[in-house]
């Protein structure tokens, strides 16, 4: 099947069934997803931390962290300067916005398997090794220091390997979901060890959420039984919003 | 063809044939790609600006500003300046004299088929999301300017899912894909390309990725044995991927 037609039975999850993927088999995704995704001086400067079906406790700190932020940017959005979105009524009385939980979110906490991609220090191999010593190559990648400046890089990256991975799963009958809604400060994670890039600061920075799992009830299913009437507007921008021939 | 099968075939290329993509097959890969990408309350806040074989001035710009971007990293990281014949400590503890020399493997920006620009892009607010706003008190950061660098690295992965679809979607065609991710990051770097533009009054742009697109001629791992430069491996998978216990 080609790759337009497995990418086009993708659909954001909102329920998965219960049954769990083996963990045999998510490993062996897991492995032809990093054996195919390049990476800018094949240092892959992320790591993906895999949050097991016996591990809810985890995922629902994940599901916390993602309401929370959500939230937090509802609340800070009306009172920022409104460039052309005057017209929200919440400027006007702040008192009446109530918040809801996303119910888009309801995948980071119930799935089979729960992937959280964040940055990680490299260390360089062989051949960075010969050009950092003989020709003064300065890897970025294997400073802590550098973790903020790379962000935009280093979340690409793992993209590549998030993709590539989305359409293994697909091509299995496994569905997944993304979220990249979560803190973007490095030291809102202290009580998940496992993402730190710096364990002396406890500091990590994640890119991505993305769940696995056998996908019961999707978005555009919520979409179609919760917003009648608007529900079908909810639409991507044209192709010619996003390409532009130069 | 397989997923598998279909992606083991990209290789970073450094020199393309002369031969050129025709347009409109690359407005159709883009179309496919842009069809099966899918975005967070479907904003998609990126921009792809596409440079066709007639623009080659503006990829020379692109191509110097990698070239300009690796030298001050390296400038800033040694405090040693190009010419200057200074020897420097390097990141290994070793001594060495600076001496820049730009990367080969930024020549496929330079010369390629077509040159695609990822940058950030301000969102209209309109249809659903227009709704959620109004109604539910929605914030929606992808139509504010002020959010573009609060955004950058979640926009970054909504343009990797984009360039990663397309470069599957080249390979099944025969057409060959490489990456760039050495790119100036200050959003004031691009006054001279207002295609770029997030910002039109500031002339502010945030570039996330360059990607290069053609028929491959010489590829890396290709250079990489002639000139004899050893083997470079990625990491292993239990480096990248972590079962949390």
């Given at each position: 099947?080609?790759?337009?037609?497995?990418?086009?039975?993708?659909?954001?999850?909102?329920?998965?069934?219960?049954?769990?993927?083996?963990?045999?088999?998510?490993?062996?995704?897991?492995?032809?997803?990093?054996?195919?995704?390049?990476?800018?001086?094949?240092?892959?400067?992320?790591?993906?931390?895999?949050?097991?079906?016996?591990?809810?406790?985890?995922?629902?700190?994940?599901?916390?962290?993602?309401?929370?932020?959500?939230?937090?940017?509802?609340?800070?959005?009306?009172?920022?300067?409104?460039?052309?979105?005057?017209?929200?009524?919440?400027?006007?009385?702040?008192?009446?916005?109530?918040?809801?939980?996303?119910?888009?979110?309801?995948?980071?906490?119930?799935?089979?398997?729960?992937?959280i991609f964040s940055a990680r220090i490299?260390?360089?191999?062989?051949?960075?090794?010969?050009?950092?010593?003989?020709?003064?190559?300065?890897?970025?990648?294997?400073?802590?220091?550098?973790?903020?400046?790379?962000?935009?890089?280093?979340?690409?990256?793992?993209?590549?390997?998030?993709?590539n991975l989305t359409a293994l799963c697909?091509?299995?009958?496994?569905?997944?979901?993304?979220?990249?809604?979560?803190?973007?400060?490095?030291?809102?994670?202290?009580?998940?060890?496992?993402?730190?890039?710096?364990?002396?600061?406890?500091?990590?920075?994640?890119?991505?959420?993305?769940?696995?799992?056998?996908?019961?009830?999707?978005?555009?299913?919520?979409?179609?039984?919760?917003?009648?009437?608007?529900?079908?507007?909810?639409?991507?921008?044209?192709?010619?919003?996003?390409?532009?021939?130069? | 063809?397989?997923?598998?099968?279909?992606?083991?075939?990209?290789?970073?290329?450094?020199?393309?044939?002369?031969?050129?993509?025709?347009?409109?097959?690359?407005?159709?890969?883009?179309?496919?790609?842009?069809?099966?990408?899918?975005?967070?309350?479907?904003?998609?806040?990126?921009?792809?600006?596409?440079?066709?074989?007639?623009?080659?001035?503006?990829?020379?710009?692109?191509?110097?500003?990698?070239?300009?971007?690796?030298?001050?990293?390296?400038?800033?990281?040694?405090?040693?300046?190009?010419?200057?014949?200074?020897?420097?400590?390097?990141?290994?503890?070793?001594?060495?004299?600076?001496?820049?020399?730009?990367?080969?493997?930024?020549?496929?920006?330079?010369?390629?088929?077509?040159?695609?620009?990822?940058?950030?892009?301000?969102?209209?607010?309109?249809?659903?999301?227009?709704?959620?706003?109004?109604?539910?008190?929605?914030?929606?950061?992808?139509?504010?300017?002020?959010?573009?660098?609060?955004?950058?690295?979640?926009?970054?992965?909504?343009?990797?899912?984009?360039?990663?679809?397309?470069?599957?979607?080249?390979?099944?065609?025969?057409?060959?894909?490489?990456?760039?991710?050495?790119?100036?990051?200050?959003?004031?770097?691009?006054?001279?390309?207002?295609?770029?533009?997030?910002?039109?009054?500031?002339?502010?742009?945030?570039?996330?990725?360059?990607?290069?697109?053609?028929?491959?001629?010489?590829?890396?791992?290709?250079?990489?044995?002639?000139y004899r430069r050893g083997e470079d491996?990625?990491?292993?998978?239990?480096?990248?991927?972590?079962?949390?216990?």
């Amino acid at each position: 099947m080609s790759i337009f037609d497995t990418m086009e039975k993708r659909h954001h999850v909102y329920e998965y069934h219960k049954k769990n993927i083996p963990d045999e088999i998510v490993k062996d995704l897991l492995w032809k997803a990093w054996k195919i995704s390049p990476s800018k001086h094949n240092f892959m400067p992320y790591k993906v931390s895999v949050i097991g079906p016996n591990k809810q406790a985890e995922k629902y700190k994940m599901w916390l962290r993602c309401r929370a932020n959500h939230k937090h940017m509802e609340e800070l959005g009306p009172k920022l300067p409104r460039d052309d979105l005057s017209v929200n009524p919440y400027n006007e009385k702040p008192e009446e916005y109530t918040f809801h939980t996303n119910p888009a979110y309801n995948h980071v906490r119930y799935n089979s398997h729960l992937l959280i991609f964040s940055a990680r220090i490299c260390k360089p191999n062989g051949y960075m090794k010969h050009v950092i010593r003989k020709e003064g190559h300065y890897a970025e990648q294997c400073e802590k220091n550098e973790v903020a400046n790379l962000r935009v890089a280093s979340s690409c990256e793992a993209t590549l390997f998030a993709a590539n991975l989305t359409a293994l799963c697909i091509e299995q009958g496994i569905d997944i979901s993304y979220n990249l809604c979560f803190p973007g400060k490095k030291d809102r994670w202290k009580d998940m060890p496992y993402l730190w890039y710096d364990k002396e600061k406890e500091e990590a920075r994640v890119f991505v959420v993305m769940s696995l799992g056998y996908g019961k009830y999707f978005r555009h299913q919520w979409l179609k039984d919760n917003k009648k009437g608007i529900g079908h507007l909810d639409l991507k921008p044209e192709v010619d919003e996003v390409v532009e021939w130069v | 063809m397989g997923i598998v099968d279909t992606y083991e075939k990209r290789h970073h290329v450094i020199n393309y044939e002369k031969k050129n993509i025709p347009d409109e097959l690359v407005k159709e890969l883009l179309y496919k790609a842009w069809k099966i990408t899918p975005s967070k309350n479907n904003f998609m806040p990126y921009q792809v600006s596409v440079l066709g074989p007639d623009q080659q001035d503006l990829k020379e710009q692109v191509w110097e500003g990698a070239a300009f971007n690796h030298k001050s990293v390296e400038e800033r990281q040694f405090k040693a300046k190009d010419g200057e014949n200074k020897t420097y400590t390097t990141q290994s503890g070793n001594e060495t004299k600076y001496k820049f020399w730009p990367n080969k493997a930024y020549n496929h920006v330079r010369y390629n088929s077509h040159l695609l620009i990822f940058s950030s892009r301000i969102c209209k607010l309109e249809g659903y999301m227009k709704r959620m706003v109004e109604k539910e008190g929605h914030y929606a950061e992808q139509c504010e300017i002020s959010e573009v660098e609060n955004l950058s690295s979640a926009t970054s992965f909504e343009c990797g899912l984009f360039a990663a679809h397309l470069a599957g979607i080249c390979l099944e065609h025969g057409i060959d894909t490489s990456y760039n991710l050495c790119k100036p990051g200050g959003k004031g770097y691009y006054k001279h390309m207002p295609f770029l533009w997030y910002d039109k009054e500031n002339k502010y742009a945030m570039v996330h990725a360059n990607m290069s697109m053609g028929y491959g001629k010489y590829y890396r791992y290709q250079w990489l044995k002639d000139y004899r430069r050893g083997e470079d491996k990625r990491p292993e998978m239990e480096d990248v991927v972590k079962w949390i216990k």
